[in-house]
């Protein structure tokens, strides 16, 4: 069963950046593919950014495009998201996910197998 944990959330002015992380449990962490959810109160969850195993692979939705990173560090079992340009409409909880398939990537939440407790990241105008 793997864990994943998210850190590096916080409070941040519009225009502002953050780099979130998420540290997995497990050292086949190179074999899954992972994507950043976010959640807003009152809204469903939705996508925002994944990456295949090796890291070469990436997508994006259409709303954090060109201000938002994904990127991972299979020697440290670790996945970031680096955002900057923050807007309020960013704030959410995000939730980083694992899933099996390591190639290619997906949008689809029931593609993930695991996922993490969430780091709330709040921007404020």
């Known amino acids: 069963q793997m864990q994943l944990v998210e850190s590096g959330g916080g409070l941040v002015q519009a225009g502002g950046s953050l780099r979130l992380s998420c540290a997995a449990s497990e050292r086949t962490f190179s074999n899954n593919g992972m994507g950043w959810f976010r959640q807003a109160p009152g809204k469903e969850r939705e996508f925002v950014a994944a990456?295949?195993?090796?890291?070469?692979?990436?997508d994006y939705a259409d709303s954090v495009k060109g201000r938002f990173t994904i990127s991972r560090d299979n020697a440290k079992n670790t996945v970031y998201l680096q955002m900057n340009s923050l807007k309020p409409e960013d704030t959410a909880v995000y939730y980083c996910?694992?899933?099996?398939?390591?190639?290619?990537?997906?949008?689809?939440?029931?593609?993930?197998?695991?996922w993490g407790q969430g780091t709330q990241v709040t921007v404020s105008s």
């Open positions: 990456i295949n195993w090796l890291g070469d692979i990436t």
């Open positions: 996910a694992a899933r099996f398939r390591r190639l290619g990537v997906t949008r689809a939440p029931d593609e993930y197998n695991y």
